[in-house]
């Protein structure tokens, strides 16, 4: 049997953790909803699974856990589209790691270390599973791009170079960006956008 206190605090942390699923991003479902971040880290953590066996050599557990958690700071101030961001010296990083230690509080010390310790070893992107989850995460934005019920003005071109540094850090990455960006580019094409 497991100690009540630390099951109660867990508990308490997944029903904070809840507001992922109303944090809304710039991305449209192919329905035409805004995509909620938990969907956006749910296809995330469906995209790197099935990308398992050409990952030899990357410890998986590790990976699904940086994917699940690389955007768990934004349940409090929310998510910055890419079109938006800017060069803020950290700040908005550094914002997002604040609300995610505030929403981590309910956990036990050393669930909380855990958290933080992955969430910020996915920003630094120098371990194999970091490097691969960054990718895989503007792979992902790019995918659901090209499906979302996007309104007509929706940027496609921006994408072409959209997460360039992140998608080109391993062959496969790379090899995957590449038939993505024939699919972007013929939507640009469509809209007029090259």
Request: charged letters at 25%; hydrophobic letters at 40%; glycine letters at 8%.
């Amino acid at each position: 049997m497991g100690d009540p206190e630390r099951i109660r605090s867990i508990l308490a942390f997944v029903q904070e953790a809840e507001r992922l699923k109303d944090t809304l991003r710039s991305g449209f479902t192919r329905q035409g909803n805004p995509e909620s971040v938990a969907e956006h880290s749910w296809r995330l953590c469906l995209l790197v699974i099935l990308f398992e066996k050409e990952l030899p050599g990357l410890d998986m557990l590790k990976l699904l856990k940086l994917c699940i958690l690389h955007d768990l700071g934004e349940a409090l101030s929310g998510d910055v589209p890419a079109i938006h961001q800017t060069a803020d010296n950290g700040a908005r990083q550094m914002r997002e790691r604040l609300d995610l230690v505030t929403l981590c509080k309910p956990l036990p010390v050393d669930l909380q270390g855990e958290v933080l310790a992955l969430w910020d070893e996915y920003c630094e992107a120098t371990t194999p599973e970091a490097i691969f989850a960054k990718g895989f995460d503007k792979i992902e934005t790019m995918l659901q791009h090209l499906i979302g019920g996007n309104p007509a003005d929706f940027d496609f071109a921006f994408n072409l170079g959209y997460g360039r540094e992140r998608t080109g850090a391993h062959p496969l990455l790379a090899q995957i960006r590449e038939l993505v960006d024939e699919a972007t580019t013929a939507r640009a094409k469509e809209n007029g956008q090259l």
